[in-house]
C-alpha cells in the first residue's frame, strides 16, 4: 500500500482485518527468510533501525546493522528471539546497510547470507558460518567474488545443489551493473541507468555455489521472467517485473521464482522446469500490505506452504519500521497460487 494513503489508515481497524499479527513486537523486523531445520522452523530477517533520515527512494532511512535469527516450534507457536547473531562491526569488508538475508544447510553447518555495502558504499554480498542455526556467524573476511545488489535467497534443490538468487532496482543498485561493471554516476538518482518502458525489464540472478558453500561456481546469470507468449517483461509493466525480493520453492517439479513488484507492492511468481528458467509469469501470491515495501519467504511446514511476510501495522505505517507476518497459502491443482489478500474486506 503506497505511502501516501497511510495518513488515512485507522491503525486499530487495520489490525482487527489483518490475516495475521507480528511475530514478535519487542523490535521491528523485516524480510523474513524461513526455513526448517531439524524439525524446527527458523526465520532470519532484518532488523529495523530508524537511520533519522528522510525517507528516499535509495533507502537510506533503512539503518540495519545486526541480525537476529527467531524460531518457532510451530507456525502457530510462539517466535523466539535468539539475539544477535551477527553485527556489521564483526564484518571486515562491510560499512552499513545489512538488508535482507537468507540461510542454508549442509552436513550440520549453517550459513547466514547477507548484503552488505562495502566501504565504497557499493553492495555485496557476504556470507557466515556457525555449527547453530541460531549463530552466533563468524563471517568470511571478503565478500563474495562477483556478487553484487542485494536480497541473496539460497535454494537446496533435490540433488543437494545449492542457487543463489539475488538482485535488487533503486536503492539495491542492480541498475548499476547493467555493462558488468558498477556505475558510479549520478549517485542521487536511482532510475538514471533504467532501460526504456518498451525496453526488457532489468532481471534478477542466479548463481549456483560450489561444494564449500562460501563462492559461487560459476558466474552469476540473469533469470528471464516471460509473459505467455514467450516475451520478456517490459520495465514499464510496474504490475509484474521483477523489482527486488528473490525466492525460489519447489512444488510438484516445478520452479515457483517469487519476487516483489516494489514500488507497485505485489508478490509476484513465476513457474519454470529448471532452477535457471525461464520462468513465465503466473500471477500474485501477495496483494499490497501496508507500507512502502514487500518482501516474503515461502516455506514448507509439515506438508503446508506457508508464506512468510511483513507490513508496517506494528509501528503504525512507518514505513522503515516493520513487523514479520505469516499466513498459509495454497497451491491450487493447476499449479497456481491462490491469491491471499493481508487484510480482509
Known amino acids: 500500500m503506497p505511502e501516501d494513503s497511510i495518513e488515512n489508515i485507522d491503525f486499530d481497524k487495520l ?185 526488457p525489464a532489468l532481471l534478477p540472478y542466479v548463481a549456483k555455489l560450489d561444494d564449500t558453500m562460501l563462492e559461487f561456481a560459476e558466474k552469476p546469470r540473469p533469470i528471464e521472467i516471460l509473459d505467455n507468449e514467450g516475451k520478456l517483461l517490459l520495465t514499464g509493466d510496474n504490475d509484474r517485473r521483477f523489482f527486488e525480493a528473490a525466492w525460489m520453492h519447489k512444488h510438484q517439479e516445478k520452479y515457483y521464482f517469487s519476487y516483489s513488484t516494489g514500488d507497485t507492492h505485489f508478490i509476484c511468481y513465476a513457474i519454470g522446469d529448471t532452477p535457471y528458467g525461464p520462468f513465465v509469469y503466473k500471477g500474485r501470491i501477495l496483494e499490497p500490505v501496508v507500507g512502502w515495501t514487500s518482501h516474503h519467504s515461502v516455506c514448507k511446514v509439515d506438508g503446508k506452504w506457508f508464506l512468510f511476510y511483513h507490513d508496517s501495522s506494528l509501528s503504525k505505517g512507518v514505513t522503515h519500521l516493520r513487523c514479520i507476518k505469516v499466513a498459509e497459502i495454497e497451491h491450487l491443482s493447476d499449479g497456481s497460487i491462490k491469491t491471499l489478500k493481508p487484510y480482509n474486506d
Open 15 to 199: 489490525n482487527e482485518k489483518a490475516i495475521s499479527q507480528p511475530l514478535i513486537k519487542h523490535i521491528y523486523t523485516a524480510d523474513p527468510s524461513a526455513h526448517v531445520f531439524n524439525g524446527k522452523i527458523y526465520i532470519y530477517p532484518s532488523h529495523d533501525i530508524d537511520a533519522g533520515e528522510a525517507f528516499d527512494d535509495l533507502g537510506s532511512h533503512f539503518a540495519m546493522e545486526d541480525y537476529h535469527v527467531l524460531s518457532m516450534d510451530s507456525v502457530d507457536g510462539a517466535a523466539v528471539d535468539h539475539g544477535i547473531a551477527l553485527h556489521v562491526e564483526d564484518v571486515p569488508w562491510a560499512e552499513r546497510q545489512m538488508w535482507a538475508p537468507d540461510a542454508a544447510q549442509k552436513k550440520g553447518t549453517y550459513y547466514l547470507y547477507f548484503p552488505a555495502k562495502d566501504y565504497d558504499g557499493i553492495f555485496r554480498i557476504g556470507v557466515a558460518v556457525s555449527n547453530s542455526p541460531t549463530g552466533p556467524f563468524i563471517p568470511q573476511p571478503y565478500a563474495i567474488k562477483d556478487s553484487f545488489s542485494i536480497d541473496p535467497a539460497v535454494f537446496e534443490d533435490e540433488d543437494g545443489s545449492y542457487y543463489m538468487y539475488f538482485g535488487g532496482l533503486w536503492g539495491g543498485q542492480l541498475q548499476r551493473w547493467r555493462t558488468g561493471e558498477f556505475n558510479a554516476s549520478n549517485p542521487e538518482s536511482p532510475t538514471a541507468h533504467f532501460p526504456k518502458d518498451d525496453e
